[in-house]
């Protein structure tokens, strides 16, 4: 006979299957709804404009509150305490940036992609090529955290632990199913709906994230009397280490005694993670994209408000969530399912449960965050496949391959078929990367578009002097060397544990690291701005004519609707 753990075990896996089918179909009813309505480039690229502040805020929300945030950050917080919460402020503070110089000029000045802009005055083909370039990297080192997060929710929810199975998979070959059917939804979703029917898919998950991070946060809270104080120093204790759980130097800045240049390096880390998370946001291809969804520039200020307005809120309950499961569930509990903490926010709603109503109501909880996360890889993943694909079919294949010639029925067949092969990409990448914490992927990713992105957008806007080199040196020259100084640091290769395990991508043994630094932002983010500037000095290229016609469109918006090809 089975016994009630295992009835409840079995009744909770049940749930599961009942909510993700009931949330996949109704995902999928919006795809096929939004897929109606998709016909021109403008339908497929920005939705056709038709979206309000509130529902481009609710989708911007649901970009940034991914599933790297909730699981990742949550995991983070729970494993080092204070400075987990460190991302949460980072990527609030980073909306300033993009709200008081991005915003408003982007979505004026440009049609359906970043390279709109960066190409307006200068010559379209090579710095069409960049822009899909970074917009490509950028969004594949943020899909692949997405991903990440979905194989190790997958093993969460089906119960599989190492050397155990379910249905015939091991914990192994659940994570990669999982990994695969993200992949293939996320495909659906983007070939047939394009950005209308991303758009409503993301605005859906905003609510659902809210809605199942609120009630997690108040049953949290609820098991303290509401005293957050309580649940703080519960944590610290269940830590291991005390009240410094609760103070700076767990994972970031910390001092090493006796090693001087160790802790001035660990310092400068932190520096580094916080510049790439401030400034990435207003660089982001994914996030760029949903200014345009827009039909003017105070609406795009007014969705700007609206997502600044969910996510502070939601990066406030992280916080709860964080400390949360480090009392409730416990290092050791949440290291043993995913030694890089992704699962502590589904862990901490089973705890949750259990406290509440035994085993039933823990798998219930278990199962009904678990599939707010997996609502929020699916939406995310979209909303970067198709900034992916509207940048590959609009600017590389329309501007430079077809020289603007293309008609609109091409560049969306292009798009969809970008869109596949993207999926597919990101598909294999995830299961390769499956050991690497999700928030650290998604730094990544803000660090590259920090340090070649941003510059190059900011110097076309406000710089009469800035032309093609500039803008081609500083793409390449942030890029490359975002991407070269990970390469090259402990990230990869040569940092263990004090038992000689590999913490890096490579295994123990392996080390080709010379940079030191885990985030290269505080280098590669100035070196993409002084490649751009030192590219612009070195030609002659110069139109003042356009800059100025540049000008008057990022302020009154005049043309954009126009594409620009010359």
Not at 76 to 93: N, W
Not at 215 to 230: N, R
Not at 231 to 259: H, I, K, T, W
Not at 385 to 404: E, F, M
Request: hydrophobic content about 55%; aromatic content about 10%; some cysteine.
């Amino acid at each position: 006979m089975m016994t009630f753990a295992q009835e409840a075990s079995s009744s909770g896996r049940l749930i599961t299957v009942i909510l993700f089918t009931v949330m996949i179909a109704a995902t999928i009813g919006i795809t096929v709804w939004a897929s109606r309505y998709t016909r021109t480039a403008a339908d497929f690229h920005s939705g056709g404009r038709e979206f309000t502040g509130m529902q481009n805020g609710f989708a911007i929300g649901s970009d940034y509150m991914s599933a790297a945030s909730f699981l990742g950050i949550a995991g983070i917080i729970s494993l080092s305490g204070y400075d987990g919460f460190l991302y949460s402020i980072g990527f609030l503070v980073a909306w300033l940036v993009a709200l008081l110089l991005v915003a408003e000029l982007l979505r004026n000045s440009g049609r359906f992609t970043m390279a709109d802009v960066l190409s307006y005055r200068m010559r379209q083909r090579p710095v069409r090529t960049a822009a899909s370039v970074s917009t490509l990297t950028v969004s594949i080192f943020y899909l692949l955290a997405q991903m990440v997060g979905a194989g190790a929710l997958i093993a969460l929810l089906l119960g599989i632990k190492p050397g155990e199975t379910y249905l015939g998979m091991s914990a192994d070959t659940a994570k990669i199913m999982g990994i695969i059917i993200v992949g293939i939804l996320m495909i659906v979703y983007v070939t047939f709906g394009g950005m209308k029917g991303t758009t409503w898919v993301q605005i859906v998950k905003a609510v659902m994230l809210m809605g199942g991070a609120a009630l997690l946060t108040v049953l949290v809270l609820a098991i303290y009397g509401f005293d957050l104080a309580k649940l703080m120093n519960d944590a610290a204790d269940a830590s291991g280490v005390g009240a410094a759980f609760l103070e700076p130097g767990q994972r970031y800045g910390v001092d090493v005694a006796g090693d001087a240049w160790q802790t001035m390096i660990n310092k400068l880390d932190l520096i580094s993670l916080g510049l790439a998370l401030v400034l990435g946001t207003a660089g982001l291809p994914h996030i760029l994209i949903r200014f345009y969804t827009v039909p003017d520039a105070k609406t795009a200020r007014k969705s700007v408000n609206w997502g600044i307005g969910l996510i502070g809120t939601f990066y406030l309950m992280t916080l709860v969530l964080g400390f949360g499961a480090a009392a409730l569930v416990g290092k050791e509990a949440i290291t043993a399912q995913n030694a890089a903490g992704n699962t502590a926010a589904p862990q901490l709603a089973e705890e949750v449960g259990i406290h509440f109503g035994g085993e039933f109501l823990g798998a219930v909880m278990l199962a009904l965050i678990a599939a707010v996360a997996f609502a929020a890889i699916l939406s995310t993943v979209a909303g970067l496949t198709i900034a992916s694909s509207s940048s590959l079919a609009h600017d590389l294949y329309n501007s430079v391959i077809k020289r603007g010639r293309a008609t609109e029925q091409q560049e969306v067949r292009v798009a969809r078929l970008a869109a596949f092969g993207v999926g597919v990409a990101a598909i294999i990448l995830a299961i390769f990367a499956q050991n690497l914490n999700v928030a650290f992927l998604v730094a990544l990713a803000f660090a590259i578009a920090a340090s070649a992105n941003l510059p190059t957008i900011l110097l076309s806007l406000f710089w009469k002097r800035f032309n093609t080199t500039g803008a081609l040196w500083g793409i390449y020259g942030g890029l490359l060397s975002a991407v070269g100084l990970v390469f090259f640091s402990p990230v990869v290769s040569g940092k263990v544990d004090a038992e000689g395990n590999s913490l890096s991508l490579f295994p123990a043994g392996v080390d080709f690291a010379w940079f030191p630094l885990s985030n290269p932002g505080l280098v590669s983010i100035p070196l993409g701005l002084l490649c751009a500037v030192v590219g612009t000095l070195l030609s002659k290229e110069t139109d003042e004519d356009r800059f100025a016609e540049l000008q008057v469109r990022a302020l009154t918006g005049a043309g954009a609707e126009k594409a620009v090809v010359h």
